[in-house]
């Protein structure tokens, strides 16, 4: 392969954040005893024996055509090549029988970084002529897909049982009271969506692209996100079994799934006997806590929908959320919703530092200009907005399928990010999907009105 040197702005970081995103990774793994990785914490995906193979297979798969890599092992290249989402109720029936073990995936793992590290190493240093090894494009995708996964694995570990993962931590009884609710008024304005193309020292994934401005007319919005104490009025009102609050779709799922409260929520047992109402536990990462009223709800898109009918509101779109999130009064609009400054702990609950929620008004120096709080970090939050295309969408030729296979009409953008969402992908452009059934994932809400 002819080479040449390395283009100047390729950053020099980038085999440093890829070793730093694999440490995230493996940190994960350690917190699972070996019985554990055989297991199947969400019926919708994979076991974790997939997820400690399928990170290297991605990388391998991804660099191994563009860096001339001979593969070590193409059965478990293919084997831990993609991870599933099944819409439609179908579930994974294979066994752990099926799986390799753990010690096999392990040597996989290690003989595909040695020899990925010694190639791009020497790509470092000779140049190449491949642009987007040039460029770092690959790069990017390799360290930011592990860090999604990072966060893939986190939710997956929440919904272990406790006696099934290594604790890392307590977790923490926040029992400050709610924050009053409050309406803010956002005129209209510019929402700018996406991303120009081409720009210097940027990434993004292929549903980035493509520059969009779009006239918001004026709205109000929910200063915080809607917490536990807030849904748990609806609970109360019998919200869970109305079905005007529902759509016919939603309601056919929470009926067949028997879903009767947010899945983070359990009932604490006591209180069926001695209270005239049910009192709610909170299920966090490494133990139970009583319902933190002060911390956002996590919920599906057909929750969150049904609350905000009850409630005379909607969810936003993904533009009315950029503009609450990033416009200001003066028709500028901001790089995060504080300012300019990059994400630090102060602005928001995010970048692996909790496993759990905060209260939605624990950190008012991320509020957006028109002050509006907790817009990044501490929960993904639904829009309206069905996961599609910018105008002039073009797929990845080296990973056609990141978006297009969503763009299916039924999954629903998420902006924001959540306690474990990296502050790499805390850019503005960064676009979140998931299905409106699932109940897993860190998802909150807030709600909007005209």
């Given amino acids: 392969m002819a080479t040449s040197r390395l283009a100047p702005h390729l950053d020099p970081t980038l085999l440093f954040r890829i070793g730093e995103a694999r440490a995230r990774t493996d940190a994960l793994f350690q917190m699972l005893p070996a019985s554990s990785f055989y297991d199947r914490p969400v019926p919708e995906r994979h076991r974790l024996i997939f997820y400690l193979g399928h990170l290297e297979a991605f990388d391998s798969n991804l660099f191994a055509p563009v860096l001339g890599l001979k593969s070590h092992d193409p059965k478990f290249d293919k084997l831990f090549a993609f991870g599933i989402d099944p819409v439609?109720?179908?579930?994974?029936?294979?066994?752990?029988?099926?799986?390799?073990?753990?010690?096999?995936?392990?040597?996989?793992?290690?003989?595909?970084?040695?020899?990925?590290?010694?190639?791009?190493?020497?790509?470092?240093?000779?140049?190449?002529?491949?642009?987007?090894?040039?460029?770092?494009?690959?790069?990017?995708?390799?360290?930011?897909?592990?860090?999604?996964?990072?966060?893939?694995?986190?939710?997956?570990?929440?919904?272990?049982?406790?006696?099934?993962?290594?604790?890392?931590?307590?977790?923490?009884?926040?029992?400050?009271?709610?924050?009053?609710?409050?309406?803010?008024?956002?005129?209209?304005?510019?929402?700018?969506?996406?991303?120009?193309?081409?720009?210097?020292?940027?990434?993004?994934?292929?549903?980035?692209?493509?520059?969009?401005?779009?006239?918001?007319?004026?709205?109000?919005?929910?200063?915080?996100?809607v917490t536990n104490h807030e849904y748990l009025k609806f609970v109360r009102a019998g919200g869970y079994d109305d079905p005007g609050y529902w759509t016919p779709e939603d309601w056919e799922w929470k009926q067949r799934s028997r879903l009767a409260r947010p899945h983070f929520w359990t009932p604490r047992l006591n209180s069926l006997l001695t209270e005239p109402e049910t009192q709610w536990d909170y299920r966090g990462m490494f133990g139970t806590i009583p319902l933190p009223p002060s911390c956002p709800v996590y919920v599906t898109h057909a929750e969150a929908s049904a609350f905000a009918r009850w409630s005379g509101k909607r969810l936003p779109t993904e533009a009315q959320w950029h503009r609450a999130a990033y416009g200001a009064p003066d028709g500028t609009e901001r790089t995060y919703p504080w300012g300019e400054a990059p994400p630090d702990w102060t602005r928001g609950n995010f970048h692996h530092e909790r496993w759990d929620t905060t209260a939605v008004d624990a950190h008012p120096s991320g509020a957006s200009a028109f002050g509006v709080f907790d817009l990044v970090g501490n929960?993904?939050?639904?829009?309206?907005?069905?996961?599609?295309?910018?105008?002039?969408?073009?797929?990845?030729?080296?990973?056609?399928?990141?978006?297009?296979?969503?763009?299916?009409?039924?999954?629903?953008?998420?902006?924001?990010?959540?306690?474990?969402?990296?502050?790499?992908?805390?850019?503005?452009?960064?676009?979140?999907?998931?299905?409106?059934?699932?109940?897993?994932?860190?998802?909150t809400f807030r709600c909007v009105e005209d």
């Fill in 88 to 225: 439609g109720g179908g579930l994974p029936t294979d066994v752990p029988a099926d799986w390799p073990s753990i010690g096999q995936v392990e040597r996989y793992n290690r003989r595909v970084r040695t020899a990925l590290d010694d190639a791009l190493h020497a790509a470092e240093e000779a140049g190449s002529s491949v642009p987007e090894i040039a460029d770092g494009t690959l790069l990017h995708v390799a360290i930011e897909h592990r860090l999604m996964h990072a966060e893939t694995l986190a939710y997956l570990l929440h919904n272990l049982p406790f006696d099934r993962k290594i604790p890392q931590a307590e977790t923490f009884a926040d029992m400050r009271p709610a924050p009053v609710p409050e309406q803010i008024m956002i005129p209209a304005g510019v929402a700018t969506l996406g991303q120009p193309r081409n720009l210097p020292h940027t990434f993004g994934w292929d549903n980035e692209f493509g520059l969009h401005q779009i006239h918001v007319p004026s709205f109000s919005v929910g200063a915080f996100p």
């Fill in 379 to 443: 929960g993904w939050e639904w829009t309206s907005t069905d996961f599609g295309p910018l105008p002039g969408f073009e797929a990845f030729a080296f990973y056609p399928g990141y978006s297009a296979n969503f763009f299916d009409g039924q999954h629903f953008v998420m902006k924001g990010g959540s306690p474990r969402t990296d502050a790499s992908m805390l850019r503005r452009s960064f676009r979140n999907w998931f299905q409106p059934h699932y109940p897993h994932v860190y998802a």
